[in-house]
């Protein structure tokens, strides 16, 4: 399993990012997948998950804010983020399942007041 997130900076309070995970290693099609993320001091936070049928789960702080999405022909998935605010910076990363042990390096959001 090999998962590169992408797509993370520095963003005003009231902005917008849209992330990237590229994957491999693994059968992406027919595989659930993951977002979460993790503040300074804190423990990891799932964030929203996409399922192999495309429907998502989302979690109560990306409800309405965060869109997952994915792109089977490219093996890509998304976070297209809006309305960011301060509590929204950490470190975000995807995963295969919800399985915390597969994630890739991650990518750092930023959300300045």
């Known amino acids: 399993v090999q998962l590169v997130e992408s797509g993370g900076g520095l963003v005003q309070s009231g902005g917008s990012l849209k992330l990237s995970c590229l994957a491999s290693?693994?059968?992406?099609?027919?595989?659930?997948l993951s977002w979460f993320r993790q503040a300074p001091g804190k423990e990891f936070e799932w964030v929203s998950t996409?399922?192999?049928?495309?429907?998502?789960t989302d979690s109560e702080s990306a409800k309405g804010r965060f869109t997952i999405s994915r792109d089977n022909d490219k093996n890509m998935i998304y976070l297209q983020m809006n309305s960011l605010k301060p509590v929204d910076t950490a470190v975000y990363y995807c995963?295969?399942?919800?399985?915390?042990?597969?994630r890739g390096q991650g990518t750092q959001v930023t959300v300045a007041s």
């Open positions: 290693g693994f059968p992406f099609s027919t595989s659930p």
């Open positions: 995963t295969r399942a919800a399985d915390i042990r597969t």
């Open positions: 996409i399922h192999h049928d495309a429907s998502t």
